[in-house]
């Protein structure tokens, strides 16, 4: 059969990244182009500034891809491109790139969900065994997704309010974290004990997620120990936050499992680099017995690879984009 080789291009937030993908789970290459350093003196992304930084760094990200790839434009099948959700300024500056060299080089145009990018990075790993059930944690999303075969979503859950990683960042700058805190309280959590009374966010029959609620614990516990000249022992308050999420998100996702009949269980996104959350899945699926897939640390943040992934399944089922295609903030998962 064929070899198919798709060039992907992400740039749905604060990360320019192209990559070419052999057949939906071999890397040839995969550059990124961060603008941490830059977004770190504002506390937060800039959605501005990160879409003028796309602008300068599209052109040279593409061609560093092939090069290390050792391609050219005539080598590749197909452009995937995130179109969507993401920062309406930056996923343009992807989608104009990917459109540009759909049009000069004639090749199909294919859009990508950024969450299918995310759960797709699982594929870079290993093959996902079907039925799975798809745990989406994120800056952005929190989502519960059953998937009963390849490119079939189905949202069973997600976040009503803040999503887990939203709530991470959150809570980092009350503990007076450098930005991005996610991964600086995760660190945090692992040096402290669970002292502190903090509430289970959302602790119902369903499978959605809430985390203003914990978050705003946080921040009311802050104040009211400040208030009492008390000082906030930031390792023991990480501990106690991030045992919670993780209590919620072990909770929910194997009773889903449970419900949907599902034995195969794949955690995405940004927050899946969580060692708590990691460590805990892994425990789990030791003991209960089910699969556990989790991407490689290099694929948990937003990267073209996992974008050229879900591109190769979407490609071999015919999705097509015309030149017409648009950036969207906000789309649903289908």
């Known amino acids: 059969m064929k070899d198919t080789y798709i060039l992907a291009i992400e740039s749905s937030c604060d990360e320019t990244s192209v990559a070419v993908i052999k057949n939906g789970h071999e890397k040839l290459s995969c550059i990124i182009s961060t603008q941490i350093e830059t977004h770190k003196l504002y506390g937060g992304v800039v959605p501005e500034i990160a879409s003028r930084q796309h602008v300068e760094n599209i052109t040279i990200v593409i061609e560093q891809a092939l090069k290390e790839a050792h391609m050219n434009m005539e080598d590749i099948d197909a452009i995937a491109v995130t179109y969507g959700p993401g920062l309406i300024g930056s996923l343009l500056v992807g989608v104009e790139a990917a459109k540009t060299l759909s049009f000069v080089y004639n090749k199909p145009l294919i859009p990508v969900h950024h969450i299918a990018g995310h759960i797709y990075a699982n594929n870079l790993e290993r093959s996902m065994e079907f039925p799975l059930m798809a745990l989406v944690v994120s800056g952005g999303h929190t989502e519960l997704v059953y998937m009963k075969e390849d490119y079939s979503f189905e949202k069973i859950g997600g976040t009503l309010d803040d999503a887990v990683g939203e709530a991470y960042d959150k809570v980092a700058r009350v503990l007076k974290l450098a930005y991005p805190g996610g991964p600086k309280v995760d660190k945090l959590a692992h040096e402290g004990n669970d002292t502190y009374d903090l509430p289970l966010p959302l602790d119902d029959d369903t499978y959605n997620f809430s985390f203003s609620g914990l978050k705003s614990a946080v921040i009311n516990l802050n104040h009211n120990e400040k208030q009492k000249s008390h000082e906030i022992r930031k390792e023991d308050l990480a501990c106690s936050y991030q045992n919670r999420v993780v209590k919620i998100l072990t909770k929910k ?82």
């Not at 419900?259 to 794949?266: F, P, R, S, W």
């Not at 927050?271 to 699926?285: C, H, M, P, Q, Y």
């Not at 556990?292 to 190769?312: Q, R, V």
Request: aromatic residues 8%; proline residues 1%.
């Open 253 to 334: 996702t194997l009773r889903a499992m449970r419900e949907y009949g599902v034995n195969n269980l794949i955690i995405a996104g940004g927050v899946s680099a969580n060692k708590g959350i990691r460590d805990e899945f892994t425990r789990l699926a030791s003991e209960k017995g089910f699969n556990l897939s989790i991407p490689k640390m290099e694929f948990c943040t937003d990267n073209a690879a996992m974008i050229g992934a879900a591109g190769y399944y979407a490609y071999k089922l015919g999705r097509r984009a015309n030149l017409d295609l648009n950036a969207k903030a906000t789309d649903k998962l289908n």
